[in-house]
Antibody
Framework: EVQLQESGPGLVKPSQSLSLTCSVT????????WGWIRKFPGNKMEWMGY???????SYNPSLKSRISITRDTSKNQFFLQLNSVTTEDTATYYC??????????????WGQGVMVTVSS | DTVLTQSPALAVSLGQRVTISCKAS??????????MHWYQQKPGQQPKLLIY???NLESGVPARFSGSGSGTDFTLNIDPVEADDIATYFC?????????FGSGTKLEIK
């Protein structure tokens, strides 16, 4: 069974970088695509970006200057780094498998999520 | 960006049928497929895929759930509604970049 688990600090200071890890079991990240999605207080959900089986990335243009998604295939993990955070980056962050091809194309497995608060 | 519009909340009686709608600001369908998906999220849990590509039931999801639509108008139906269905339902499109989500419809019991 495919399982994903996010980890990382729950509190980040403004202007610093947010760094999260997604550990995947039951499936290799060298197959398919792997994404980050966040949910803000009040329910709005935002796709942040994804990394492909080959290591190529795609990011939401709203974040493009601040975001980086990388991976460690030896540990079957992928990572999110978001720079220069503000209080508006306070959210629950999810990692998910993006089952991607010309068809089909959807998020089918999700981690439990990690709540990150940006505050001094 | 493709904006997906959902009603904020719906109240329904147990055992009744409910229809949750999602309207896209532009088409999310190709000539062959619709790239709209539905997720259920309960408090404190991660989203769960229910319906993919408008009308396909994800494995393990009860047949009480169904989806339909194409172009810009999509619906998720639950019939009959059970107590376990109380949750927030999100639509999400994967046809236009960037990927976007609806704001969610919270299902409440009358």
């Amino acid at each position: 069974e495919v399982q994903l688990q996010e980890s990382g600090p729950g509190l980040v200071k403004p202007s610093q970088s947010l760094s999260l890890t997604c550990s995947v079991t039951g499936y290799s990240i060298t197959s398919n695509y792997w994404g980050w999605i966040r949910k803000f207080p009040g329910n709005k959900m935002e796709w942040m970006g994804y990394i492909s089986y080959s290591g190529s990335t795609s990011y939401n243009p709203s974040l493009k200057s601040r975001i980086s998604i990388t991976r460690d295939t030896s540990k079957n993990q992928f990572f999110l780094q978001l720079n220069s955070v503000t209080t508006e980056d306070t959210a629950t962050y999810y990692c998910a498998r993006y089952y991607y091809s010309s068809y089909p194309r959807y998020f089918d497995y999700w981690g439990q999520g990690v709540m990150v608060t940006v505050s001094s | 960006d493709t904006v997906l519009t959902q009603s904020p909340a719906l109240a329904v009686s147990l055992g009744q049928r409910v229809t949750i709608s999602c309207k896209a600001s532009e088409s999310v369908s190709s000539s062959s497929y619709s790239y709209m998906h539905w997720y259920q999220q309960k408090p404190g849990q991660q989203p769960k895929l229910l319906i993919y590509h408008a009308s396909n039931l994800e494995s393990g999801v009860p047949a009480r759930f169904s989806g339909s639509g194409s172009g810009t108008d999509f619906t998720l139906n639950i019939d009959p509604v059970e107590a376990d269905d109380i949750a927030t339902y999100f639509c999400q499109q994967s046809w236009n970049d960037p990927l976007t989500f609806g704001s969610g419809t919270k299902l409440e019991i009358k």
